[in-house]
């Protein structure tokens, strides 16, 4: 599949992999048009937990650039959550939160879920590499 923008598929904004460990797929999910304290498009990301009965918005998570600990300004058409991926790419067998935006997010996945402890930006690794 080739790709030239990030709003061509719904796929695009929802990802699933268990961010927390327990055994359950977790499902994160882009809202990109999310408008923030009057920033229009600045977008969000919201994660449900998985559990045995299914997912589940008790516990979820929401995250912005408003959120503590989230590298980067709340910004009008940021687009954060325009792509969404839970990888894990630190290899601690927890998945991790990849988020596009005006630059790339990765929010580490831990026991308690996605956390915004260790949150990085980073270009070396564009998102669109998880697309594939
Ligand atoms: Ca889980
Ligand atoms: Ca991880």
Do not use: C
């Amino acid at each position: 599949m080739t790709s030239t923008t990030p709003d061509e598929g719904v796929h695009q904004r929802l990802s699933a992999g268990d961010v927390n460990g327990d055994g359950y797929a977790d499902l994160a999910v882009g809202v990109r048009g999310e408008e923030i304290d009057g920033k229009n498009n600045a977008g969000g990301v919201h994660v449900f937990k998985g559990r045995a009965s299914g997912l589940s918005g008790t516990g979820s998570q929401w995250f912005a650039r408003n959120t503590p600990g989230v590298p980067g300004a709340l910004t009008a058409d940021d687009q954060f959550g325009g792509l969404v991926r839970l990888r894990d790419t630190n290899g601690d067998g927890r998945a991790d939160l990849h988020v596009s935006a005006t630059g790339d997010l990765r929010l580490p996945g831990s026991a308690g879920g996605i956390t915004t402890t260790g949150a990085t930006e980073y270009d070396a690794v564009p998102i669109t590499s998880f697309l594939q």
